[in-house]
């Protein structure tokens, strides 16, 4: 059975750094994308980061750049989203995706950890 379960989540004052934590399990990351995605109320879904697990290539939206690295621990098989300098706009439920492929035909998603950023 495939889970993917998020853990870090929490209240931070901006500027501060959370690590989100994504442990998969029922699956192994080769030939997977795996994906962080973010929803605050009211807003659509969106793609935070992206990692391909074949080749370890990244993406990230733009408004993260350059302070979320997304990784992966192979030896835990765990998806890490370091988040550095947060801001309020960063608040949202923080989903993990697994994407079989990338292709958007298998997908998996974890329940969601809350992410508040506020002082």
């Known amino acids: 059975q495939v889970q993917l379960v998020e853990s870090g989540g929490g209240l931070v004052q901006p500027g501060g750094s959370l690590r989100l934590s994504c442990i998969a399990s029922g699956f192994f990351f080769s030939r997977y994308a795996m994906n962080w995605y973010r929803q605050a109320p009211g807003k659509e879904r969106e793609l935070v980061a992206h990692i391909f697990s074949t080749d370890g290539s990244t993406n990230y939206a733009d408004s993260v750049k350059g302070r979320f690295t997304i990784s992966i621990d192979y030896v835990k098989n765990t998806v890490n989203l370091q988040m550095n300098s947060l801001k309020p706009e960063d608040t949202a439920v923080y989903y993990c995706?697994?994407?079989?492929?990338?292709?958007?035909?298998?997908?998996?998603w974890g329940q969601g950890t809350q992410v508040t950023v506020s002082s």
């Open positions: 995706n697994a994407d079989y492929l990338g292709t958007g035909n298998l997908v998996y």
